[in-house]
């Protein structure tokens, strides 16, 4: 692109490319939070590593190469698992696609490399009776027990990420109808129904708040001791404790996502199908919630290989 300026001219401080880029994910592509956090890890490595070798002051245009792109690629595949370098080639992508687009590189090399197709692994899930042990055995005679009950109730009930539900407002929540409105990745809005077990938790927490903190529609549902939002990393820290208190060693497995899935493989388990599955955990596609079903034919297979009187003989010969 000889006599184009923007080729031609001073390079801009790589400092002032990633703060762009940022902007350009919270504006024009509604990343979450939590996603624009990751982003800027995954960013950091990636600059680190163009750094030791182009200099201070990458010249991206000039400097970046495929060579180098796929040398990043293979380190990473040496040092990482492959879902978190797939991960990390899906941030180089983005930002080079907004390089493109903003006119800093002539082309977009990072188009020729394709993701790692990453191994499936099977999220971890709970029985059903170990889910309702769980919520039952809350104890409720507190504040912050009602607070637990409520999470955890709309965590299996509603299948909610954590971050969508630490962001529920007051007049999010709809228990006349059962229901609650949920903001997912993107700010996309839906309506999640909830269970009457869900319904009474959520009740008794919200009766137990003195009236001044419900007022208004942008007050948080979940408030921790000085009547703030209470953060993501408190409820997962008071999550796990409970879990390995009453679980044991097993609740050092449990996160809130634990539940989502839980619930999500629970559903499937009962009949429901695929389509109402996406719509409930808010997926984008159906591919994401397509991997219940591999959980549903894992669990299949194993109870088959303990119940099938074929199986059950050929386990004992290889036994004797």
Do not use: W
Request: aromatic content about 6%.
């Amino acid at each position: 692109m000889a006599g184009n300026s923007l080729f031609d001219g001073p390079i801009p401080d790589t400092i002032e490319l990633v703060n762009g880029f940022v902007e350009y994910l919270k504006t024009e592509k509604s990343a979450s939070h939590h996603t624009i956090i990751n982003y800027e890890i995954d960013l950091r490595q990636f600059i680190k590593f163009l750094g030791e070798r182009c200099g201070p002051k990458i010249d991206f245009d000039r400097q970046l190469t495929l060579k180098l792109l796929r040398e990043f690629l293979g380190e990473q595949m040496k040092k990482y698992e492959r879902a978190t370098v797939a991960r990390r080639l899906s941030l180089v992508k983005s930002f080079m696609k907004y390089l493109h687009q903003e006119g800093y590189v002539e082309k977009n090399l990072a188009r020729l490399i394709r993701l790692p197709r990453p191994h499936l692994k099977l999220p971890h899930t709970l029985r059903p009776e170990e889910v309702v042990r769980l919520i039952e055995q809350v104890p409720i005679e507190t504040l912050m027990g009602k607070r637990l009950k409520a999470v955890l109730e709309l965590l299996y009930s509603a299948g909610v990420r954590i971050s969508e539900l630490v962001g529920l407002n007051y007049a999010d929540i709809d228990l006349p109808h059962n229901q609650i409105r949920v903001f997912g990745k993107g700010s996309r809005e839906r309506l999640v129904p909830v269970g009457l077990h869900c319904r009474a938790a959520v009740g008794e927490y919200i009766k137990a708040i003195p009236t001044f903190q419900k007022r208004g529609k942008d007050t948080p549902l979940f408030l921790n001791r000085d009547g703030e939002r209470i953060t993501v990393r408190t409820l997962q820290r008071q999550l796990q404790a409970y879990a390995i208190e009453s679980l044991g060693p097993k609740g050092a497995l449990v996160t809130p996502h634990t539940f989502r899935h839980s619930c999500a493989t629970h559903l499937l388990s009962a009949g429901a199908g695929l389509r109402e599955i996406q719509e409930l955990l808010g997926h984008r596609t159906l591919v994401t919630t397509q991997k219940y079903t591999h959980m549903d034919i894992e669990r299949l297979k194993n109870s088959y290989r303990r119940a099938h009187p074929r199986e059950n003989r050929r386990k004992k010969e290889a036994e004797t």
